[in-house]
């Protein structure tokens, strides 16, 4: 069982919107650590999408955006494409450790 | 640039114990944490422990108490999770992370594959 709680799966149409959600608590995402967002494709390491919470690494397009708000964070994709289909996990931090939601597939109809 | 480099594949038979490496650069090593992270065939990332390098300290996931031993070596700039007692269970992809620019974000190494197979 996760700290974070993400949905397993999410799905939408290619130029569609999807949002996936990370629930934490108070002891980590709403006492205000950073949330990161990695996408991890099949047989590879994951790959930093989003840190501290709306910051994008080079290289990721602008179609990724994320938010915390409360306790909670999210990650939307717009304009999916099919390459998007891959495990996301949201992470941050409590008491110094590393928590991790359990992942969510996206699936591109 | 900030990089964490692991080593290689390891192939192992029950009850026996591996170390892999990690090899940091493009930072002050002994400032910020390294910490491990388990990922296990078709699950997710599970957080193992960290090391402090600056003096050595280390936390444990519960889980992994008395299964794991992390270390850090500050004149090689490199960290290493020893795993004991392996088991079939052990079987996993071991990633090190550190989070030394907050320009960038967090690193990842690339990972290091640990099969438990007699």
């Known amino acids: 069982q996760s700290v974070l709680t993400q949905p397993p799966s999410v799905s939408g149409a290619p130029g569609q919107t999807v949002t996936i959600s990370c629930t934490g608590s108070s002891s980590n995402i709403g006492a205000g650590f950073d949330v990161h967002w990695y996408q991890q494709l099949p047989g590879t390491a994951p790959k930093l999408l989003m840190f501290?919470?709306?910051n994008r690494p080079s290289g990721v397009p602008d179609r990724f955006s994320g938010s915390t708000s409360g306790t909670s964070a999210s990650l939307a994709i717009t304009g999916l494409q099919a390459e998007d289909e891959a495990d996301y996990y949201c992470?941050?931090?409590?008491?110094?450790?590393?928590?991790f939601g359990g992942g969510t597939h996206l699936t591109v109809l | 640039e900030v990089q964490l480099v692991q080593s290689g594949a390891e192939v192992k038979k029950p009850g026996a114990t591996v170390k892999i490496s990690c090899r940091a650069s493009?930072?002050?090593?002994?400032?910020?944490?390294i910490h491990w992270v388990q990922q296990a065939p078709g699950k997710g990332l599970e957080w193992v422990g960290l090391?402090?390098?600056?003096?050595?300290?280390?936390k444990y996931a519960e889980k992994f108490q008395g299964k794991v031993t992390i270390s850090a070596d500050t004149s090689t700039r490199t960290a290493y999770l020893d795993l004991r007692s392996l088991t079939f269970q052990d079987t996993a992809v071991y990633y090190c992370t550190s989070y030394p620019s907050h320009k960038y974000g967090p690193t990842w190494g690339q990972g290091t594959l640990v099969t438990v197979s007699s």
């Open positions: 501290d919470h709306s």
């Open positions: 493009g930072y002050t090593f002994i400032d910020y944490y």
């Open positions: 090391v402090d390098p600056e003096d050595g300290q280390t």
């Open positions: 992470q941050s931090y409590d008491s110094g450790l590393l928590v």
